[in-house]
């Protein structure tokens, strides 16, 4: 059974910093995809950034230049570097891998922007 469980979440002033982590209870390789997403209420869930097993990166356009998404495959975890948050990025955010056509899911860690 795949586990990932996220963390690193809180509470952090406009213009502030977070890093999320993402511990993945097995290995990731080259081909695995390991994706942020991110859930505000009353909206859909939305990809904000990924990372192959390969370590190639993407991110969606508008956080460009505030994220940074890395990870460490020897020790199963990726993180989510971001900065300059906005209100507008409070969401409940998400890691997920892919393997082989089937995703997991991590439970989530809550991340409240205050202006």
């Known amino acids: 059974q795949e586990q990932l469980v996220e963390s690193g979440g809180g509470l952090v002033q406009a213009g502030g910093s977070l890093r999320l982590s993402c511990a993945i209870s097995?290995?990731?390789?080259?081909?695995?995809?390991v994706g942020w997403y991110r859930q505000a209420p009353g909206k859909q869930r939305e990809l904000v950034a990924t990372?192959?097993?390969?370590?190639?990166?993407n991110y969606v356009d508008s956080m460009k230049g505030r994220l940074t998404i890395s990870g460490d495959n020897a020790a199963n975890t990726v993180w989510l570097q971001m900065d300059s948050l906005k209100p507008e990025d409070t969401a409940v955010y998400y890691c997920?891998?892919?393997?082989?056509?089937?995703?997991?899911w991590g439970q989530g860690t809550q991340v409240t922007v205050s202006s």
């Open positions: 997920s891998i892919n393997r082989f056509g089937f995703t997991y």
């Open positions: 097995r290995p990731i390789f080259g081909s695995n995809v």
């Open positions: 990372i192959t097993g390969g370590g190639d990166t």
